[in-house]
């Protein structure tokens, strides 16, 4: 592999695409200072990857664009292409060409190409890696990383010596492994602790879902049963109401009878018609009194006929009268369902109200407690992670002791070597130490100032830190009366609340507080409850309540009209009762006189009660003659010796004067009237109390704070103070190494020995300040380690904890959700039972609305036929005195008209036989109607529940009795006795509505048509096994469907996260072999490569500074090579071994040299690039230089930046540098081929390229051009 082009545009000084190709052998680039020679090692460094913009003599990453001239603009952006050829099998590509491009833009954004495609940093890398040519190799030197090399802490020079032995890869292998493990071990923590989290569940669940599964077993056996069971009910309605044509019947009689009825009216009319015309045959002569007789007789019939008429419409007003009140009694029954059915879904959106808000306050309390667990999870990584980074810190910090325990120790024999040698040179030096002595006296003085300003500041500091402190403590106090202050106020609230809601009240007494259906108007009127006006003893307070009793809940209200009108309203809303007492008529006691109470007891109730003076009197009424004693026992001792008198325990028990004894167990006043005003009371001192408190707290912390402030500034002013000290004391520092520099002068071996001896000194106090500053921070993260183990075992302790809790907390949402349903489920079933009620109300109105508009037209008949039978009777009166005067001639037509009028008797008396008749049946037909009706109501009763249970129709329903069978079979013991019975008659009053009379045989009745139920099947054994299902389900209380599928889904989880974990397992397992592996092999690989590197180090060494010469390398620490640092040794000949920093700048150049020699023998790099590096070098290690150069040039290709002219003569290719406008960089190349005049040709370029001007040497560099074809090739670039 080689480098084959480098092409660049727009870095640094290259604004214009410039194009540099390198051959095999030596390439050179030369050209004047300033031209940008090194601008191209700095676009090599940059295109591998260097991301250092200090490394690249830059600020930033976007300096390294052109940033123009006075004549050109900024680009906006740099581009690098270096191109490597025959690097198939160097790195593993199938191409035999790679280019590797970067770009940079002025915004900061970079690229990153490989053959002209997008990549990541990572990338170039990872594919440069052990080649020698990467980021970090050794493939680019120049003098200042000549310096860097030598100059660095040994365990920064591995970098060079990992890169030839190609464990670079090895390393960043480790590293990603390393990562990925600790990653990996953070995964299996917290997928062991969602496994253990999913298994509580998991159980939980587990147990829910087998109830949820019995439910469901149960459920489907009921409605096996339950369907069959209302199917056989529903053909037996259907039997009952369907099929019985009765109404048919008896709407056919009436028919006929009214047919018939017509026929005999039709018959009297024609008898009267005949009498009148016999009686006009018979009685020609007597025309006058005949037609008058005829008149008054028709009248008379005429009247008759009505009043029959009006008798006929009075019955049948009464008939539909009673139909009336039959139907008014039916609608007003199924108007008292239809209400008793609102009141239901009432009191069910109560119910529903109260659950939602129950899940409500569960749910913020479970997000409250779930918010809880997250923050003690984020503190328990916080902690776990700083455990992790502090036990990380401790092994460094053990390192870094261990390191400078060695340095200490090295620098020590060195010192010893020196110290003869010192003690004889210091006496040459004495007169120019006393000069120091005055400088030293007030370094001395300042230092001591120095101290005491230091001490004066931590002072400083430690008030500021027990201020900070202080005022942190009063946050926290501030914080908890803050929070305690919040949940006294809370409950008072709901105290309060709870007293204007009348909690505990009897019903009627909250619906006056509430204000009945005049809120405003009553809430003004009424005072309040009896028990608010009283202030009591709060030991007494049991014994107070027990004496009062009922009494507490009196309403006090300003007259005696409120009290009226409040009754009256409970009495119209149905709202119960309330004792209620009116202020005005509250009477004056007598007062009587007590007797002494005994010492045994606590005195009289009235001593232990205040009220208001408006009750004062009702209160004396109703206590005076009570006595307060400590317990039951007392007051019956003391009942015979104070007779008349009352008595009430401190544990809630009376004993009434006539004998009473009321007691039991006594609650602890939390929950009473009086007890809960007692609270109030005190909460509300407490509260103010709390107030006061915070506000206290809160004027200390602001005087705190200013304090703090305060102390702040003085920190400042005394750091600025300390700063300036220290100013001053560097100043005489410096001073005073200004004399001992003029001491070091004296003689250059003094010199020598004091500039070494202090260079040990420095580093031993370097050393040992380093070894103590690390042992006290170890000490602290020590410290710091406990501290947080500590933190780490409560943290799980709470996490637990919290677990638990929201566990709990979880569960009773769940319960509450569960009851929710239920409720909205029974909501549902009283909904789809209201529907049908209201339409048979319907019908019924309908029904009355008939019946009254039959009722309105006999009424105006009645009317009618009265009016008529009036005026008839006018005219009979008047024919009636004309009768008289011919009564004589009358008499011989009594015969025949007695005849007729026996007749039309009898024709009478057959109509109304038959009116009566028809009367009677159409009251039967009106009670079939009715009776049709309520079995078509039982009928779609049966159907909604049906529907409402099981969702299905029951007209569509198909028995299926091999399913009944089945079911039935798994009851057969329970269900033995009741098979071997005789026929039951089943009564199915509590389900279907029949009546007694009514009831059904559900072994024996008559299959209806089409009916597909067997009759052999015992149905009151089934409805039995029905009832015991429906107990054990309602038994079985809430129950979470969702269990089962809940329990799937998280089994399906808990065996996934279980193959996770061993998936992860076996994971760490692997990476832990892998980095086991990579350890072996780089072990292996390093050592190998160090001990070829460090023979080779020595003998190259040698053959640059002669046979004299040694170096040697050295593992600071040979117990852990892959870590250990690498110390240089170099003793040029003529010298003491000594530090390779005591070395000259060629020696360095030299040393730096032969190490990078040393390392080509091992792993050569495909290219080298060299800047300047021969600039310290003299014409004599030039030449050794050049020999040891010239044995690697068949290995690698050599770039080097020079201003040597020796070194020039060994290049083959020549690149001339120059800046023929001025900022702008230009190159132009030379490549040399005819071996006689190269030499010449050589000379004369390299005059040329040296002495060309800032500004370039353009035309100088063109006149090679002109040379012989066998002399140069000039490269344009």
Not at 1040 to 1060: G, H, M, P, S
Not at 1150 to 1167: D, E, G, Q, R
């Amino acid at each position: 592999m080689f480098l084959k082009s480098l092409e660049i545009h727009g870095f640094k000084s290259f604004a214009d695409r410039t194009k540099l190709l390198f051959h095999k052998g030596v390439t050179g680039v030369v050209g004047p200072n300033g031209c940008g020679k090194s601008n191209i090692v700095d676009a090599i460094r940059w295109v591998l990857g260097e991301t250092s913009a200090k490394a690249l003599r830059g600020g930033e990453m976007a300096d390294v664009i052109f940033n123009g001239t006075d004549k050109r603009q900024p680009l906006g952006m740099a581009e690098v292409t270096l191109t490597l050829g025959d690097c198939e099998a160097a790195l593993g590509t199938e191409f035999n060409e790679v280019s590797f491009g970067r770009r940079v833009y002025r915004d900061g954004k970079s690229e990153y190409l490989i053959n002209k495609s997008p990549c990541r940093l990572k990338d170039i890398h990872d594919l440069l890696s052990g080649t020698g040519i990467g980021r970090t190799s050794y493939s680019v030197m120049e003098q200042g990383k000549i310096d860097q090399l030598l100059s660095s802490k040994p365990e920064e020079r591995r970098a060079v010596f990992e890169e030839a032995a190609g464990v670079t890869r090895f390393k960043q292998q480790r590293k990603e492994a390393l990562r990925k493990l600790e990653y990996t071990e953070g995964n299996l923590e917290r997928v062991k602790l969602i496994i253990d989290e999913v298994e509580r569940q998991r159980r939980s669940v587990q147990r829910q879902a087998m109830k949820a599964k019995r439910y469901r077993a149960m459920d489907a056996e009921i409605r096996v049963l339950d369907l069959h069971l209302s199917h056989k009910l529903w053909q037996d309605y259907r039997t009952h109401t369907g099929v019985d044509g009765s109404i048919d019947s008896l709407r056919q009689q009436q028919s006929e009878l009214e047919a018939s009825l017509e026929d005999l009216q039709a018959g009297l009319t024609h008898l009267r018609q005949s009498y009148q015309e016999a009686d006009s045959r018979l009685h020609v002569l007597q025309a006058e009194v005949a037609q008058r007789r005829n008149e008054i007789q028709g009248a008379s019939q005429r009247i008759e006929s009505n009043g029959e008429r009006i008798h006929e419409f009075g019955v049948l007003i009464h008939t539909a009268e009673a139909d009336i009140s039959n139907t008014a009694g039916t609608l007003e029954r199924h108007e008292e369902e239809l209400r008793d059915a609102e009141f239901m879904l009432s009191s069910i959106d109560d119910k529903i109200g109260q659950q939602q808000a129950l899940i409500d306050e569960y749910q913020a309390s479970l997000e409250r407690v779930r918010e809880q667990r997250k923050e003690l999870s984020r503190q328990m990584s916080a902690n776990r992670a700083e455990h992790s980074s502090l036990e990380g810190r401790l092994a460094t910090l053990d390192a870094r002791i261990e390191a400078g325990m060695r340095q200490m120790a090295s620098d020590t024999r060195r010192d010893d070597q020196q110290a003869e040698e010192l003690r004889r040179l210091q006496r040459e030096h004495a007169q120019r130490t006393a000069e120091g002595g005055e400088l030293r006296t007030q370094l001395s003085s300042q230092r001591e100032h120095l101290m005491r300003d230091e001490e004066t500041l931590r002072g400083a500091e430690g008030l500021h830190q027990n201020a900070r402190r202080d005022l942190e403590e009063l946050n926290i106090r501030a914080e908890e009366l803050h929070r305690l202050h919040t949940e006294k106020r809370s409950r008072l609230e709901v105290l309060r609340q709870l007293i204007a809601e009348g909690e505990g009240f009897e019903k009627g007494t909250q619906a006056v507080l509430r204000g009945l259906d005049r809120p405003d108007f009553y809430r003004k009127a009424v005072h309040g409850a009896l028990s608010s006006y009283l202030e009591v003893d709060p030991a007494c307070t049991p014994a107070i309540e027990a004496a009062l009793g009922r009494h507490l809940q009196t309403l006090v209200v300003k007259d005696s009209r409120t009290v009226e009108a409040i009754i009256s309203a409970l009495k119209r809303g149905q709202l119960g009762q309330a004792a209620l007492v009116a202020v005005n008529d509250i009477e004056v006691p007598n007062h009587k006189k007590r007797p002494t109470a005994p010492s045994v007891s606590l005195g009289w109730a009235l001593d232990r009660v205040e009220c208001a003076a408006e009750i004062s009197s009702l209160i004396h009424r109703l206590l005076f003659g009570v006595m307060i004693v400590p317990n039951l026992s007392v007051a019956l001792r003391l009942r015979s010796e104070y007779p008349g008198v009352a008595f009430a325990t401190i544990e809630g028990e009376f004993v009434s004067a006539e004998g009473v004894i009321q007691g039991g167990v006594s609650g602890d006043g939390s929950g009473s009237i009086l007890g809960r005003q007692s609270e109030v009371r005190e909460l509300d001192l407490l509260s103010r109390e709390l107030s006061t408190r915070l506000e206290d707290v809160e004027n200390r912390r602001n005087r705190l704070a200013g304090r703090l402030d305060q102390l702040e500034r003085t920190i400042q002013q005394k750091r600025d103070r300390l700063q300036s000290r220290r100013v001053s004391f560097s100043t005489i520092e410096g001073q005073l190494s200004l004399i001992a520099r003029e001491i070091q002068q004296i003689d250059s071996k003094i010199e020598t020995v004091q500039w070494e001896r202090k260079e040990l000194t420095e580093r031993r106090e370097e050393a040992e300040k380093g070894v103590a500053e690390s042992r006290d921070e170890r000490a602290l993260a020590v410290d710091r380690l406990e501290v947080l183990t500590v933190e780490g075992a409560r943290l799980r302790q709470e996490l637990e904890q919290a677990e638990q809790l929201e566990k709990e907390s979880n569960e009773l949402h769940n319960e509450q959700r569960t009851s929710l349903a239920v409720e909205r489920r029974a909501r549902e079933s009283v909904e789809q039972q209201r529907h049908p009620m209201s339409r048979r109300m319907n019908e019924l109105r309908e029904l009355l609305d008939r019946r009254q508009s039959e009722i309105a037209a006999y009424k105006n008949r009645i009317e009618t036929c009265t009016a008529e039978s009036a005026a008839l009777l006018e005219k009979v009166a008047d024919w009636e005195t004309d009768l008289v005067e011919k009564e004589e001639e009358l008499e011989s037509f009594k015969i025949q008209r007695s005849r007729l009028t026996e007749e039309i008797a009898t024709s009478e008396g057959l109509i109304s036989d038959q009116r009566k008749e028809i009367q009677v049946i159409a009251e039967e037909r009106s009670a079939e109607e009715v009776r049709q009706a309520q079995g078509r109501i039982r009928l779609e009763n049966l159907e909604a529940n049906v529907r409402q249970r099981y969702q299905a129709e029951i007209s569509e329903f198909q028995p299926e009795m091999e399913k009944l069978h089945a079911v039935l079979s798994q009851h057969q013991g329970r269900g033995e006795a009741a098979r071997q019975a005789p026929p039951v008659h089943q009564d199915f009053e509590d389900e279907d509505g029949l009546e007694p009379g009514e009831m059904v045989s559900v072994t024996s009745h008559p299959a209806s048509p089409g009916a597909d139920l067997p009759v052999s099947v015992d149905w009151a054994f089934i409805n039995e096994v029905v009832n015991q299902i429906r107990q054990k389900l309602d038994s079985m209380g809430p129950v979470n469907l969702d269990a089962i599928l809940e329990f799937d889904e998280l089994e399906q989880r808990y065996q996934f996260l279980t193959k996770q974990y061993e998936d992860l397992v076996n994971s760490r397992e692997e990476l832990l072999k892998v980095i086991a592996k990579i350890n072996r092999d780089t072990r292996r690989i390093f050592g190998d490569t160090f001990e070829k590197i460090r023979v080779n180090f020595q003998a190259t060494f040698r053959d640059l500074f002669g046979e004299r010469g040694r170096a040697d390398l050295l593992l600071m620490d040979d117990g852990d090579p892959l870590e250990s640092g690498i110390d240089i040794i170099a003793k040029p000949p003529g010298k003491k071994l000594q530090s390779i920093s005591l070395l000259s700048g060629g020696e360095r150049s030299m040393t730096a040299v032969a190490l990078l020699f040393a390392i080509y023998m091992v792993k050569p790099s495909p290219f080298c690039v060299l800047d300047e590096l021969d600039a310290p070098l003299d014409e004599a290690n030039i030449s050794r230089f050049l020999q040891v150069l010239d044995r690697f040039i068949g290995q690698s290709q050599f770039i080097i930046v020079t201003h040597n002219k020796r070194t020039m003569s060994r290049a083959d290719v020549m690149y001339g540098v120059s800046m023929e406008e001025f900022g702008v960089s230009k190159t132009v190349g030379m490549k040399f081929s005819a071996n006689e005049e190269r030499a010449r040709e050589r000379e004369r370029s390299r005059e040329a390229l040296e002495s060309a001007p800032d500004r370039g040497d353009g035309e100088g560099a063109s006149g090679h051009e002109e040379a012989p074809d066998d002399s140069l090739t000039v490269l344009a670039s």
